[in-house]
């Protein structure tokens, strides 16, 4: 079924200078030590401006990006999972900290060096690389896999040190000094603790540098997915996941704040002034719920059949945008901090305040946290439905949405539920989801 | 106008040939490995029984599992909107419909012209499906068009714990090796799978007029015991297999409720 051309579109012109970051980030991570330089290993949510006080020769590998990058490799993927099966790790646990384990297990990165000597994915053509292990663990806990999962990292390797930061204080609307301080207490030690296994001084002037990156990134991934309210919207959500990802990879790091401030919100700016559309046809908008299957990123495509643009999800949006509510009660971008830092204790409290105000973190407490902001994102992005995964791959994110479906009813929002599995491809039912895919589409009236 | 709906079912494919939406036809014939052929033979059967040429046919309408299979069509729909546009097509008071087919089981509310309002699928598991039942009867050595007759003659009712077919069959051994009543095995059956129905049902809630379609609908046990879980008494078409089938037909012809 082909739907009417509405509006114009084109490719995003900052899309390659995206990939390029994302590339670079696992060759500096694999050929750190080659320039006497740090790794370290920590998950996209860890406070990732501390180790960054190191140097500026310490480069990190978070663990669900890399979850999902094996994930997409489908071939290396099923290696993985089958080397953690095999050692007893069983498939409910969640399925990145399985292609992780596995990837150590089997000894395989997923990039590596082709004939022509250049860093591509192994799925380009490259000769894998062994898993490049980290010199730290520098992790945050609020998952319940989250700290657990890199006590395993450590065993495999043959122990690394590693140091976890407890950060589940309870929701941001009931946040109080004492709680700030108890997460900035931690990382104050945890400093301590980096400058004693890497035999570092610390510099906090590379820490302010740090944290005020990671403000830009947060407010101006929220300030481009805010963008999207937008009709046509300027980006789909598909295109978002290969765009939000930079910001879990290292949203304290400089080259991904200028990407967010300096390449991709003015583009998607000029997007929306001039009309331009990721989907041409688009007539119907939906939302998703949690990571996609990503080796089934095409049933977002299929959605496009039906003149039907996911405009995003709340993951995409709060994984790593921070929001706040403005003046006229709609949601938008935080507003970035304007302060100057004068010590490390003031820089790590403002770091701390503002971070404890991640969306993503607020469901672990309320899954009515968490339906609230969806309805919120519902009726300001103007949308006709919502397509909910119960993502058997991440407890942690998929617990609550039985709850969120039935608010999300109540407010009026038709809502499709499928099953699947974030990284194991073993769980998704590809033709089925279609299938309801189909229905849904009638349900809303696309079809 | 004549229309015609064909539903692949992935068991049996059904056909339905309506003119100015009265059924002057219908088949059903098993899918077999050959579905495109199945399918044809399904087509050539209903044809010849309206007595009519493949050319007589206004719009062609295909739906279930392997809709895109069907030899010939002019477009497809889902199952879940042909069966409640058939299902409110026979009793228009319907608002839920559930339709336990040979490999799914669905739930679905809908509008007075058949439109979906919301809709479950239970995924994944055969527990909540007709062949569901064809293996445990089969286990049992009990022809399947006797075994739900068979589970009204249960004198107790024994909980049946899995959720899972193949689970579900090696707790039917226990249950023999404890001597228990086939009927009474039968019945468990019924239950355990009325329980996993009702249960995605009650995800979309349900009124009082539920029309239950699909093969399963013609077992009198699962009847009886979604009766009982649901607390009321469902409707049960003439011929509920023929339902997804006949809302694709009224699809091709435009039939949007009412008389």
């Known amino acids: 079924m082909e739907t009417e051309i509405k509006y114009p579109t084109e490719k995003l012109k900052c899309w390659n200078k995206a990939k390029e970051i994302r590339l670079k980030y696992y060759k500096d991570y694999a050929e750190a030590h080659d320039n006497g330089g740090l790794r370290w290993a920590g998950g996209a949510w860890t406070f990732d401006a501390i180790p960054a006080g190191l140097g500026d020769d310490v480069y990190p590998i978070t663990s669900e990006p890399y979850g999902a990058t094996i994930a997409f490799d489908k071939d290396l993927s099923m290696k993985c999972m089958e080397a953690a099966e095999k050692e007893g790790y069983p498939r409910d646990l969640c399925s990145y900290m399985r292609n992780y384990w596995g990837s150590i297990i089997i000894d395989k990165y997923p990039f590596g060096y082709d004939d022509k000597g250049e860093f591509v994915p192994r799925f380009q053509g490259a000769k894998p690389l062994g898993f490049p292990k980290p010199d730290f663990i520098w992790q945050d806990h609020i998952c319940c896999s989250h700290a657990k999962w890199y006590q395993v990292v450590s065993d495999l390797e043959g122990g690394i040190p590693m140091f976890t930061v407890d950060n589940a204080v309870g929701p941001s609307n009931e946040l109080t000094d004492s709680k700030i301080k108890y997460v900035v207490e931690q990382l104050k030690d945890g400093i301590k603790f980096l400058e004693k296994v890497t035999g570092r001084d610390y510099n906090d002037e590379l820490l302010y540098k740090a944290i005020k990156n990671h403000f830009v990134s947060t407010s101006r991934w929220a300030e481009t997915c805010e963008l999207n309210k937008a009709i046509p919207a300027p980006l789909d959500e598909k295109s978002i996941y290969s765009l939000y990802v930079l910001g879990t990879l290292q949203k304290a790091g400089k080259q991904v704040a200028d990407f967010y401030e300096k390449d991709l919100l003015p583009e998607v700016k000029e997007r929306v002034k001039k009309g331009i559309a990721a989907v041409p046809n688009e007539k119907f908008r939906v939302m998703s719920d949690t990571q996609p299957p990503w080796s089934f990123l095409s049933i977002f495509r299929y959605l496009e059949k039906f003149g039907c643009v996911s405009i995003g999800s709340l993951y995409t949006f709060g994984l790593i945008g921070q929001w706040e509510e403005k003046e006229d009660g709609t949601w938008g971008a935080k507003t970035i901090p304007d302060i100057d830092f004068s010590s490390r204790d003031q820089a790590l409290y403002e770091y701390v305040k503002y971070e404890l105000h991640k969306p993503e973190w607020q469901h672990f407490y309320s899954c009515h946290l968490k339906s609230d902001m969806m309805i919120r994102i519902g009726k300001e992005w103007k949308l006709q439905g919502v397509m909910l995964h119960y993502n058997r791959g991440c407890e942690g994110l998929t617990v609550g949405i039985a709850e969120n479906r039935l608010a999300l009813l109540d407010a009026g929002f038709p809502v499709m539920a499928f099953e699947g599995n974030n990284a194991d491809e073993r769980e998704f039912d590809e033709a089925r989801t279609k299938a309801k895919i189909n229905a849904f589409m009638e349900t809303i009236g696309a079809k | ?259």
């Open chain 2, 1 to 259: 106008m004549i229309t015609m709906g064909i539903d692949m079912g992935s068991k049996y494919i059904k056909v339905v040939i309506l003119k100015d939406n009265k059924v002057i036809a219908k088949s059903n014939v098993l899918a077999g490995f050959d579905v495109k052929k199945s399918g044809q033979e399904a087509i050539d059967k209903a044809l010849k029984e309206a007595k009519i040429k493949k050319d007589d046919l206004k719009k062609v309408i295909s739906t279930g599992t392997g809709e895109k299979l069907a030899p010939f069509y002019d477009d497809t729909k889902s199952v879940v909107g042909c069966d409640s546009l058939g299902a409110v097509f026979l009793h228009p008071a319907t608002r839920t419909v559930i339709d336990v087919g040979a490999e799914e089981g669905r739930g679905m509310r809908c509008d007075e012209t058949g439109k979906i309002l919301d809709f479950e699928v239970n995924e994944k598991c055969a527990a909540g499906a007709g062949a569901f039942t064809e293996a445990m009867s089969r286990a049992l050595e009990v022809p399947l068009e006797e075994f739900g007759a068979l589970s009204l003659k249960a004198t107790e009712e024994i909980p049946m714990n899995a959720q899972c077919t193949v689970f579900a069959e090696s707790e039917v051994v226990t249950m023999v090796h404890n001597k228990v009543s086939k009927a009474n095995m039968a019945k468990a059956v019924h239950d355990a799978m009325s329980s996993r129905i009702s249960s995605m049902v009650r995800k979309i809630g349900f009124d009082k007029d539920v029309t239950l379609v699909g093969g399963v609908a013609k077992n009198v046990g699962f009847v009886d015991s979604l009766n009982k879980d649901l607390d009321l008494k469902v409707i049960v078409p003439k011929d509920p297999e023929y339902v997804g089938a006949l809302g694709a037909a009224l699809s091709a012809s435009g039939w949007k409720g009412g008389k």
